[in-house]
């Protein structure tokens, strides 16, 4: 912050030079996504059909509600590694509430519910307490994850049929839950584009000092944050255990990184204040391509993890190079 | 100036100049020091103090002429070749590291000897030997974050010695203490001139400087304007010397006298309970008029601004505003529903989400306004307000989404006073709000103010600049000690009055 370097904008009008660094961080992703689509559809056999088109939405659905979460929290200034435990935790009880005769809708109340609990526990430390978020989510990860083991016993358990309706049943050819998540990404984007509490998550997430001084509810408003990020991990718990038809305490628990990394390739700062759904969405779809496209090739998932953390890197030191780029033109 | 040696003679300063660019920021500066004596060295910010410090400590080298020590020409290259000749500055800022202990913290600079490994033992013993020679009683097994800040200052005092300093110099040591603590600092630095220490002290705290010293040197656009025995000058002559007689009792542009509008804002029995940095502090703020607070840092100036913004909670006391008689506002919500609007001082970290644009940052305090149907925002109205707000205010940006951290630090300071103007509100208190920013900005901030004033809101000034508690205010109330002193008005409204009421004249 100290070292920035001053400006007098409108003293020296210059015409502005293009390069590569001046477009917006969600272009250049997204300009990477299609060029890995192009690759794609020359080398790998079946990659541009729609039955495959489906593969790639359906799978990535559980991964994009996730990170509707984790952009929340990301937004406004923090993070959430606990959603890697809280999508087993919700899994595992899922499961075994349908097993023993709960109704579906009741079952995922049920989730629902533990979610913002958890995302209350995370208000209270980290915004009432101010512990660090990456220590608190980092303690909630392993207790949500650990009590998704010991309520499924180590085992995997299996999820009655009647209650997939979200990962099972089918309009056209989307499941369901693939039209839940379009409609939480949409949902999602009109909160934080043009809701007053999503444009409050973006000042609490730029400064929230500045925020407070200036009268605005930094402890609600981040809450909401951490709160709904809770509650949408045990949604794409549910999905995610409604999709297998079976749940265990490690299922989805890689999504912690998965959905940051989307995050971040979309054009979030974890410094706060930067990050969009587009954004996201994008940075969930590049993920869940080069995963699909590297599958077809027959390449092995190790490899798949590789090149993951590759483009993340790469995007990530992309976007450190726009903000320098920005602050000294 | 008489050029003879004493036998006590430690340093001598012969024709010190420095020149950047094409500015002489110090002129022919001649000074000798004795051992056991105290300079104190006064004047205004941009007089020059800095360059001749960083001068005689080695920091900075000089354009012209020498330093002699000993009968011999010295030409410092660096702090180090400084510290070894056994000169020390302690800056205003300290350097120490917080999460070590005092002993560890002592013997940084001074580590025993081709020693690799030292027992813990061994550490606190020599901390130990080195705060005996100040007569220091601290543990030295405390880490440095829990002692007091004059503790902290003594313990750099005692590293400084530790190097067999014969030249220390102190740069505003007491800019963060208590009065108590100053005064414990002062004892200290009279055994330190006794024990044969030559010190140099520099402070815009008058008070404390006739104290503590020998002689005073007065610097004046780079100029020796003065060099006298403190026992034979005034602190009124020293102001006059610092200010130069052309402005010294200009009170820069006459304002009209102003209109009062209205019930006055009362603030009473302002304490804070555990530390004094507010006494009993009473004020009236009249709506129609800027009213300023003037006081050097520690006065207690700075907590009122706080404690009316709700930015400061441990303070007592009661303010009847506009909406009837209350308690001092627990949190920036509070002084919001008080109808209080403030600007902090700290424009980066406290005023303004940097990364955020022009217009969320305007808008902040008047979002709700926008409001529609299930708390959509109203984009349109938001964006309007934010381009007429940028026109009236004179913002210097490309649109109002650019980010706000790409504008100049003046047209920040705008951005910033524009979004708590935009709130409306009965009482404007402002905190330095012109540091760091052009003459220009400076000026239309200070014309935005009285405007506001005569517009009928109360706004509060709350400044350590001199400069601005003079020009832009219709009132002036110096504080000192955690209270009002003095109120200056009309013709008494002059920097003389205000900076030696200030310091602590009798006057």
């Known amino acids: ?329 | 100036m008489t050029f003879d040696t004493s036998p006590d003679r430690l340093i001598s300063l012969r024709g010190i100049g420095k020149r950047y660019g094409s500015v002489d920021v110090l002129r022919e500066i001649d000074i000798d020091l004795d051992a056991g004596e105290c300079l104190g060295l006064v004047g205004e910010n941009g007089a020059g103090k800095s360059t001749l410090l960083g001068i005689v400590s080695g920091k900075t080298p000089p354009t012209w002429g020498t330093i002699l020590m000993g009968g011999e020409e010295r030409a410092f290259r660096s702090p180090r070749e400084a510290r070894a000749a056994g000169i020390e500055i302690i800056p205003q800022e300290l350097a120490y590291i917080p999460h070590l202990s005092v002993a560890e913290n002592l013997l940084l600079a001074n580590w025993p000897r081709g020693r690799t490994w030292v027992s813990q033992r061994a550490l606190n013993r020599e901390g130990d030997i080195a705060l005996e020679r100040l007569g220091l009683s601290i543990d030295v097994r405390r880490r440095m974050t829990e002692l007091s800040l004059a503790e902290r200052q003594l313990v750099e005092i005692a590293k400084a010695l530790l190097g067999n300093a014969r030249l220390l110099i102190l740069d505003e040591p007491t800019a963060s203490l208590h009065a108590r603590e100053s005064e414990f600092l002062m004892g200290k630095l009279h055994q330190l001139k006794a024990n044969g220490v030559c010190l140099i002290y520099v402070s815009h705290h008058l008070d404390e400087t006739f104290e503590v010293s020998d002689r005073i040197a007065v610097l004046r656009n780079g100029a020796l304007e003065d060099l006298s025995m403190t026992a034979s000058t005034t602190l009124d002559r020293t102001v006059s010397l610092m200010l130069g007689s052309d402005q010294a009792y200009g009170t820069g542009t006459l304002r009209p006298e102003p209109q009062r509008l209205g019930q006055p804002i009362e603030l009473r029995g302002w304490n804070t309970p555990t530390q004094p940095v507010l006494v009993n502090c009473d004020l009236d703020l009249h709506p129609g008029e800027v009213l300023g607070l003037f006081g050097l840092v520690g006065s207690g100036a700075e907590s009122v601004a706080r404690g009316l913004g709700g930015h400061q909670s441990d303070i007592a006391g009661s303010v009847s505003g506009p909406t009837g008689v209350s308690g001092v506002p627990r949190s920036p919500r509070a002084a919001r529903a008080m109808q209080v609007a403030y600007v902090p001082a700290e424009r980066k970290s406290d005023g303004l989400a940097l990364n955020q644009t022009v217009a969320e940052n305007l808008t902040v305090m008047v979002l709700n306004r926008f409001s529609g149907f299930a708390s959509w925002l109203k984009r349109r109205g938001q964006l309007a307000l934010s381009k007429s707000t940028v026109e009236s205010s004179a913002v210097r940006c490309q649109s109002v989404l650019q980010e706000v951290g790409q504008l100049s630090g003046g047209n920040q300071q705008k951005v910033l006073l524009a979004s708590r103007l935009l709130a409306e509100p009965a009482i404007l208190v402002l905190h330095e709000p012109t540091r760091g920013v052009d003459i220009g900005s400076r000026n239309q901030i200070h014309a935005q103010l009285t405007d506001y004033a005569r517009a009928g809101g109360a706004v509060l000034l709350v400044t350590s600049d001199v400069q601005e508690a003079i020009d832009a205010t219709d009132r002036l109330l110096v504080m000192r000690d955690g209270r009002v002193v003095d109120e200056l008005s009309g013709i008494r409204k002059t920097k003389n009055l205000a900076l030696s009421t200030a310091a602590g004249s009798a006057a």
């Open chain 1, 1 to 329: 912050m100290t070292n920035q370097v001053e400006l007098n904008v409108a003293k020296a009008p210059r015409a502005p030079r293009f390069t590569l660094s001046r477009l917006p961080a969600t272009a250049v992703v997204g300009t990477f996504l299609v060029l890995v689509i192009a690759v794609f559809s020359i080398t790998a056999d079946g990659f541009l059909t729609v039955g495959n088109a489906t593969t790639i939405v359906s799978t990535a659905s559980v991964i994009m509600i996730a990170a509707l979460g984790q952009l929340l929290v990301v937004i406004s200034g923090g993070f959430d590694l606990s959603i890697g435990g809280m999508i087993p935790l919700a899994a595992v009880l899922f499961s075994s509430l349908t097993t023993s005769g709960w109704p579906m809708w009741s079952a995922l109340l049920a989730c629902l519910i533990i979610g913002v609990i958890v995302g209350f526990i995370h208000t209270f430390f980290i915004v009432f307490l101010k512990v660090n978020p990456l220590i608190t989510t980092l303690a909630t990860l392993s207790v949500t994850g650990g009590i998704g083991f010991i309520l499924s016993n180590g085992q995997t358990l299996a999820v009655p049929g009647d209650a997939g309706v979200l990962g099972d049943q089918v309009i056209g050819t989307l499941p369901w839950h693939v039209l839940v998540m379009v409609l939480l990404v949409i949902v999602v984007h009109l909160l934080l584009q043009h809701s007053i509490f999503g444009r409050r998550i973006y000042m609490i997430g730029g400064n929230s000092e500045a925020a407070r001084i200036a009268g605005v509810r930094v402890t609600l408003i981040g809450g909401s944050a951490y709160v709904l990020s809770a509650v949408f991990a045990a949604f794409a718990g549910v999905v995610l255990a409604s999709q297998l038809l079976a749940a265990s305490g490690a299922v989805g628990s890689d999504i912690t990184l998965q959905s940051l990394a989307a995050v971040v390739l979309g054009g979030a700062a974890l410094t706060g204040g930067r990050g969009s759904v587009p954004g996201a969405v994008i940075g969930v779809l590049l993920l869940g391509i080069i995963a699909n496209g590297m599958t077809i090739l027959l390449v092995p998932s190790f490899y798949q993890q590789v090149v993951s953390g590759i483009v993340l890197l790469a995007a990530v030191t992309f976007s450190r190079l726009q903000e320098r780029a920005k602050r000294v033109s």
